[in-house]
């Protein structure tokens, strides 16, 4: 099973803004609902993260989109 982040952060601060980046991201490409735990989680995440992109932004620019 998989955790969201409400529920689970990597243990290594450093890490966590490239989980929630890598997790929004494959929500996008999916094209899934987010929950409003997992939202507010993320959120909270982001705010010291920021302007991280996402792993979504570059695919675009690689494929020339």
């Known amino acids: 099973m998989i955790e969201c ?3 689970w ?3 290594l601060a450093d890490a966590r ?3 929630a980046a890598d997790w ?3 929500k996008l ?3 899934l609902t987010v929950e ?3 939202a507010e989680a993320l959120t909270i995440l982001a705010e010291p993260s920021g302007n991280q992109p996402l792993p979504l932004a570059h695919e675009r ?3 020339g989109k």
């Open 5 to 7: 982040p409400s529920t």
């Open 9 to 11: 952060l990597p243990p």
């Open 17 to 19: 803004c490239t989980y």
């Open 24 to 26: 929004v991201a494959t």
């Open 29 to 31: 490409r999916r094209r």
């Open 36 to 38: 409003q735990p997992e």
């Open 61 to 63: 620019a690689a494929a």
